[in-house]
């Protein structure tokens, strides 16, 4: 559905969350290091941005647009025909 992954980045930035706070912190790696040939990414500091997800769920079950459109019970699907069971929420 997106073109490239810039197109998802601009529609997942441009989603109203209401008034959800992000944060932050960094990540760094402290595992055992090689003694030579370290990779650059072993020395870096990648951060992390996030929202509370208790905080994000309460306000998409509590948006009129999705009423009538989620399923809270899991669904099971016997098809006869390729004899899988299917799973889905």
């Avoid at 072993?42 to 009538?68: H, K, Q, R, V």
């Avoid at 025909?81 to 889905?88: A, I, L, P, T």
Wanted: hydrophobic share 30%; aromatic share 18%.
């Amino acid at each position: 559905p997106f073109s490239d992954h810039n197109e998802l980045y601009e529609t997942i930035d441009a989603t109203n969350l209401g008034d959800i706070q992000w944060d932050t912190f960094k990540l760094r790696y402290d595992g055992k290091w090689p003694t030579d040939n370290i990779p650059p990414w072993m020395d870096e500091a990648y951060e992390y941005w996030f929202c509370a997800p208790s905080t994000l769920i309460e306000n998409m079950l509590s948006n009129m647009e999705f009423d009538g459109e989620i399923d809270y019970a899991p669904y099971q699907d016997f098809t006869a025909g390729d004899r899988k069971q299917r799973y889905e929420n």
